[in-house]
């Protein structure tokens, strides 16, 4: 799709984003894609470029979770949890929009080429770089202020003490968003960024994308577009199957344990497990399994279905 | 790694296991099991040392017929665990094995499931393109 440059003049221009002050906002913008639309229901999802599984998990969750609701999901096209949170925004059918280091001919980083053609295609790229300009270390910080400014909101999922996504946080705050950080174990580094700001109250803790949605509009319901984004496509699921599914976490669970919880045989677990994997349901890991996203969908379906 | 055919996971056992009785098949009945599996495999490659992880590749289509259900989950398998053709090839070895040691003529949907739970780990976390 055609890039286009847009200036504060321009319909297309975003007007979220003067509210960073006078002199932060960028004077234009260098746009590819769908027309560019941030708002109220734009928000951000940022975190280290070298996530753990678990970071990785949380990112997609609440990426989808806010395509699902028909947010935008707003990142930097980094490795790591930007391009998780592009991606499971794509996959469910959302709008995405990333902010790029450098000019939108040039491809960095490699090796989120793919994904950045694909945002051109359903989503919008977007940077204040004129084209061929490089990405300078220095043109992330002030790429992370244009993420802050066009969402309502920056969900922090995983970073260390000095990590991009802290920067984006502070510029958030500044800019008077909310910020939220998906709070980790004491023992994981990555969370040390956001455990941090959670400690200084600097951010809502979340865990669920439910709690972005009750911060930005409390008392408000949030209707769950998830059956409809299914298509009533509801996942057969059966006896043994549905069992092992309702007892995986977001965690590795070892075959021993779901034999011994269900009291299943291990064969038979490992029998069901591998039907589920096959179907894209639930992963492998070194020291077990868990469940996908398609798995807790097709298990929540399969609740809905059982209890009508 | 790469050419490793089988690996499974194990949870460390608690004392009362270690020290408790042991449970579970002899090794001596399962010795019959692996001896009666490996007269198969010998009869079916003409070959007394043969076995279906040594067999070439061109008698595997024969030897591995699968029934419907089995080759849709195989078919299954590859587009969504991304097997490549030596991670297929593997499978339906395994797979193969499965049978025989059940003493089962052709290979089933049952067979290619215990196959694929056994095979290799990614040794990469799953992260972010």
Redesign the interface.
């Known amino acids: 799709m055609m890039a286009r440059t847009i200036s504060r003049a321009d319909g297309e221009w975003p007007h979220h984003l003067n509210e960073l002050g006078p002199e932060r906002p960028p004077t234009e913008l260098f746009v590819q894609g769908r027309p560019l639309e941030a708002g109220s229901q734009t928000i951000a999802v940022v975190g280290s470029r070298?996530?753990?599984?678990a970071g990785?998990d949380a990112a997609k969750r609440i990426a989808c979770g806010l395509a699902e609701a028909n947010f935008t999901v707003v990142s930097g096209l980094a490795?790591?949890?930007?391009?998780?949170a592009h991606?499971a925004a794509i996959e469910a059918g959302g709008y995405t929009i990333a902010v790029l280091g450098c000019g939108l001919d040039v491809d960095y980083p490699a090796?989120?080429t793919?994904?950045k053609r694909q945002i051109a295609n359903v989503g919008t790229l977007v940077t204040e770089h004129p084209p061929g300009t490089p990405p300078h270390a220095n043109h992330f910080p002030q790429r992370n202020r244009i993420i802050a400014g066009l969402a309502a909101g920056v969900v922090y999922v995983e970073g260390g003490e000095r990590s991009g996504g802290r920067i984006t946080a502070r510029q958030a705050l500044d800019a008077n968003r909310s910020v939220f950080a998906v709070p980790g174990s004491i023992r994981n580094p990555l969370a040390v960024g956001p455990n941090e700001l959670i400690r200084t109250s600097q951010a809502v803790l979340i865990t669920d994308v439910r709690h972005i949605f009750e911060e930005l509009a409390p008392g408000l319901v949030w209707k769950q577009s998830g059956a409809t984004h299914m298509g009533g496509s509801s996942i057969p699921l059966e006896d043994p199957e549905y069992r092992v599914l309702s007892f995986l976490d977001d965690a590795p669970v070892?075959?021993?344990?779901i034999s011994a919880d269900l009291a299943m045989p291990v064969?038979e677990v490992?029998?069901t497990?591998?039907?589920l994997?096959?179907?894209?349901l639930v992963?492998?890991?070194?020291?077990?399994y868990e469940i996908t996203i398609s798995g807790a969908r097709g298990r929540s379906l399969h609740r809905a279905t059982e209890d009508s | 790694m790469d050419r490793i055919d089988m690996q499974i996971?194990m949870?460390r056992l608690t004392k009362e296991e270690l020290l408790g009785v042991p449970d579970g098949e002899c090794s001596h009945s399962i010795r019959r099991r692996v001896q009666a599996a490996r007269s198969i495999q010998a009869e079916r490659y003409g070959s007394e040392r043969a076995t279906n992880a040594s067999a070439p590749h061109s008698m595997l289509k024969v030897a591995c017929r699968l029934s419907t259900a089995a080759e849709d989950?195989l078919g299954?398998?590859v587009d969504?665990?991304s097997l490549t053709g030596r991670g297929m090839d593997r499978i339906l070895r395994v797979a193969r094995t499965v049978a025989d040691l059940g003493g089962a003529e052709s290979v089933e949907e049952?067979d290619?499931?215990?196959a694929?739970?056994f095979r290799m780990?990614?040794t990469r976390?799953?992260?972010?393109?």
């Open positions: 070298h996530p753990t599984s990785v490795v790591g949890i930007d391009a998780v991606k090796r989120n793919t994904l070892a075959v021993d344990r064969g490992t029998l497990l591998s039907r994997e096959v179907r894209g992963t492998r890991r070194p020291s077990g | 996971g949870t989950m299954n398998a969504v665990l049952d290619v499931a215990e694929l739970s780990y990614a976390e799953e992260v972010a393109a």
